[in-house]
């Protein structure tokens, strides 16, 4: 099972939410494929939610423009 890491590349305030630059995450998948789009990216909406209390689908940024999404070996 693959383990990505998950950054925001840029700050953004939206919704009452404050996402700022190089917040990151690290989700466990059991898909290679992009967990920012697999399953509507609850992965990382959870991840998000659990380190930093946000909830960036609310924040509108659960999207490639604001994350950058690395395969770790």
Same mark, same amino acid.
């Not at 590349?9 to 917040?23: A, C």
């Not at 059991?30 to 990216?41: A, E, K, R």
């Not at 990382?44 to 994350?67: E, H, P, Q, T, W």
């Given at each position: 099972?693959?383990?990505?890491?998950?950054? =925001?590349?840029?700050?953004?305030? !939206? %919704?009452?939410?404050?996402?700022?630059? *190089?917040?990151? +995450?690290? =989700?466990?998948?059991?898909?290679? !494929? %992009?967990?920012?789009?697999?399953?509507? *990216?609850?992965? +990382?909406?959870?991840?998000?939610?659990?380190?930093?209390?946000?909830?960036?689908?609310?924040? *509108?940024?659960?999207?490639?423009?604001?994350?950058?999404?690395?395969?770790?070996?």
């Amino acid at each position: 099972m693959p383990l990505f890491r998950i950054t =925001v590349k840029q700050s953004k305030n !939206s %919704n009452g939410i404050r996402l700022e630059k *190089g917040m990151s +995450v690290e =989700v466990v998948s059991n898909s290679f !494929s %992009n967990p920012v789009s697999t399953n509507g *990216g609850q992965l +990382v909406v959870d991840a998000f939610n659990r380190i930093y209390g946000v909830d960036i689908k609310k924040a *509108g940024a659960l999207s490639m423009v604001y994350l950058d999404v690395q395969k770790i070996e």
